[in-house]
Each structure stands twice: as C-alpha cells, then as structure tokens.
C-alpha cells in the first residue's frame, strides 16, 4: 500500500459533478448508508472517462469503460458503504480518488474494489487502496497496456496486498484474496485458542492446525 496518482489522460477528462442525492435516493439503499452519504460526502465529480473513444484502447464486455470519480469528503474519510452503492449504481469499473483537507493540506488516497459486471448482479471484491498521500504528489503515467481489460488490471494490481502472478486475471486475485482474509481470520482465532488452552495434548493439536493453515497462508501470498 504505497503512494501512488495515476496522471490520467486528458482526453479522457470529463468532469461532470454528479449530485449525489442521486446515489441514495433510489429505494434499495439503507437509511443507514443514506446518513454516510449526507454526513460524508461533500461533491463527487465524474473526473474521467477511460473509453475506446478517449484513450483508443479496445474495451472488453466486462470492462467496456473505466471511471474516475473524485469524490471531496466533508470529514476525515469516505466510507465503504458509499462507495459500494455509487459501485452498484455504475455499470462500469470505477477508480476513485477520495479527497480530504487536514489542517492546511489537502491529502488523496486512490481506493477501488474489482468489479465484475455481467448479465447478473454487479460483484464487488473488498476494496482495496493506497494510502493517504499530499495532493500535490507527483502523478505516474498510465500503465502501458493494448487493451482496457489490461489497464484495469494494471492499475489495480500496485493497490492489492499480493502481487498478481503470471497469467491471473482480477477476478482470480480477488477470490485469492478472499482466501486469504479468511485463513487470516481463522489464524487469528487459532492462536486465541492455544493462549488459552490448559491441556496439552490440545495445545499439540492445536499448533498443528495452525502450522497447516499458516502454510497454506503462505502459498495464497
């Protein structure tokens, strides 16, 4: 989780301010993320819009387009939450820029989740982000990639807590990462357990178990 800005092109600049009550107005949304919406969100701005037409790059069915919305916080941070609901509300991937102001500076941080939208319902992995970084950072070209599909990846891979072995698309990452946080949770309430256990013989057991399930850790990274 480094520093990091895309400079995105300026062809593909769009720029148009989104109102956001058009995110949590529709019926599906919770109360609860409606509350985030109004307590968090100060502007989102549709920043850029990395198409065929824009960046003459060929799109794919799962990534006809890429979107950049920069999304200006009230507080200190933008939560999931608002983000999975302007996800769900999108058809297309989306790379956010979330933006805050913190005494004098104004600091960024580049979050997204990989997206796979199809004839079903849109799904979201955990998403996934860099870390708060100066506004004024120097931004790095756009990944050299032939097709969209190439450049999401691309541009996902350096915000993923493993890196992406040769031949793996994001969907097999994401679900690799899913692996991951799980076997993490299990270890966690593994060593719980041998902190605890009084009898030996269980604690022999126990620490198997987790020698197995840290291996198998291990290999997913």
């Known amino acids: 989780m480094g520093d990091l800005l895309y400079r995105w092109p300026a062809a593909a600049e769009f720029g148009a301010r989104v109102p956001k009550e058009k995110f949590y107005e529709r019926g599906a949304v ?3 993320v409606r509350e985030k919406f109004v307590a968090e969100v100060r502007r989102i701005t549709w920043a850029y819009k990395l198409a065929e037409t824009t960046v003459n790059l060929p799109g794919s069915d799962s990534v006809p387009e890429i979107q950049v919305f920069r999304i200006d916080a009230k507080g200190a941070d933008v939560s999931e939450p608002v983000l999975t609901e302007i996800d ?21 941080r580049m979050v997204a989740a990989h997206k ?14 860099t870390g708060w970084q100066p506004s004024g950072t120097e931004r790095q070209p756009l990944p050299t990639a032939i097709t969209l599909p190439a450049l999401y990846t691309a541009i996902l891979e350096p915000l993923m807590p493993v890196a992406v072995r040769p031949g793996e698309d994001m969907s097999e990452v994401a679900a690799r990462l899913e692996t991951v946080r799980t076997l993490e949770r299990a270890i966690a309430a ?8 009084p009898q030996l013989n269980r604690k022999i057991e126990l620490r198997r178990t987790l020698k197995t399930k840290q291996a198998e850790l291990d290999s997913l990274k």
């Open 116 to 129: 796979q939208a199809g004839s079903g319902a849109t799904k979201l992995s955990i998403y996934y982000s």
């Open 88 to 108: 769900k509300a999108i058809p297309f991937p989306i790379i956010f820029e979330i933006s805050r102001v913190e005494g004098e500076a104004q600091l960024i």
């Open 190 to 197: 593994l060593e719980r357990k041998l902190r605890t256990e």
């Open 30 to 32: 919770p109360a609860a």
